[in-house]
């Protein structure tokens, strides 16, 4: 049974930094593309960041520069590192990770930027 878990949401003040966390089991990470969406409230999913399987990388507009997504393939998790942190990003954080046709979600992680 293949399971995605989230880590490392919370409150930050606006400026901070935050690391999230996707840790995989029942999947091989090395193998799949790894999405990071978030869902603020009242708004769509949207895509954040991915990685694909060979370590490449690409990320929405409003988080480029701020944002990095880095993968571990030894300890089969998938990292998003937030930087400069904005009331904006405020949402909850989901990984999703991508095999051929097949897709994984984590249950999410909250992160609320918020002096």
């Known amino acids: 049974q293949v399971q995605l878990v989230e880590s490392g949401g919370g409150l930050v003040q606006p400026g901070g930094s935050l690391r999230l966390s996707c840790a995989a089991s029942?999947?091989?990470?090395?193998?799949?593309?790894v999405g990071w969406y978030r869902q603020a409230p009242g708004k769509q999913r949207e895509l954040v960041a991915r990685?694909?399987?060979?370590?490449?990388?690409n990320y929405a507009e409003s988080v480029k520069g701020r944002f990095t997504a880095s993968r571990d393939n030894a300890k089969n998790t998938v990292y998003l590192q937030m930087n400069s942190l904005k009331p904006d990003d405020t949402a909850v954080y989901y990984c999703?990770?991508?095999?051929?046709?097949?897709?994984?979600w984590g249950q999410g992680t909250q992160v609320t930027v918020s002096s």
């Open positions: 990685i694909t399987p060979g370590g490449s990388t």
């Open positions: 029942g999947i091989s990470f090395r193998n799949c593309g």
């Open positions: 999703k990770a991508e095999f051929i046709l097949e897709a994984y």
